[in-house]
Nanobody
Framework: QVQLVESGGGLVQAGGSLRLSCTVP????????VGWYRQTAGNQRQMVAL???????TYGAFVKGRFTISRDNAGNTIYLQMHNLTPEDSAVYYC?????????WGQGTQVTVSS
């Protein structure tokens, strides 16, 4: 399995925006649901957003309309556009298929939101 590589994280003030990117191997991108997950220290990873192969999108309850997941089919890249960030959104964000593949977790990208 190939580890996925996330990018786009950083430090942002509360209320700010970030866009995360992840290039997904074509075999996963075409055949599976893909999504974003996040994890804070001492907690399990939680699903943030999913993009199903049929185009249906699903979001965690905490997103509340602030995030948008999208897919660039030509570049087999998925994005997570995040707006109105709060300190509670601070976490390491990962991309993976759904259900996630244990072999595909990458290093993630750190998002830190200051108050």
């Amino acid at each position: 399995q190939v580890q996925l590589v996330e990018s786009g994280g950083g430090l942002v003030q509360a209320g700010g925006s970030l866009r995360l990117s992840c290039t997904v191997p074509r075999s996963i991108f075409n055949a599976n649901h893909v999504g974003w997950y996040r994890q804070t220290a001492g907690n399990q990873r939680q699903m943030v957003a999913l993009s199903q192969a049929n185009g249906v999108k699903t979001y965690g309850a905490f997103v509340k309309g602030r995030f948008t997941i999208s897919r660039d089919n030509a570049g087999n890249t998925i994005y997570l556009q995040m707006h109105n960030l709060t300190p509670e959104d601070s976490a390491v964000y990962y991309c993976n298929s759904f259900p996630p593949s244990d072999d595909s977790w990458g290093q993630g990208t750190q998002v830190t939101v200051s108050s």
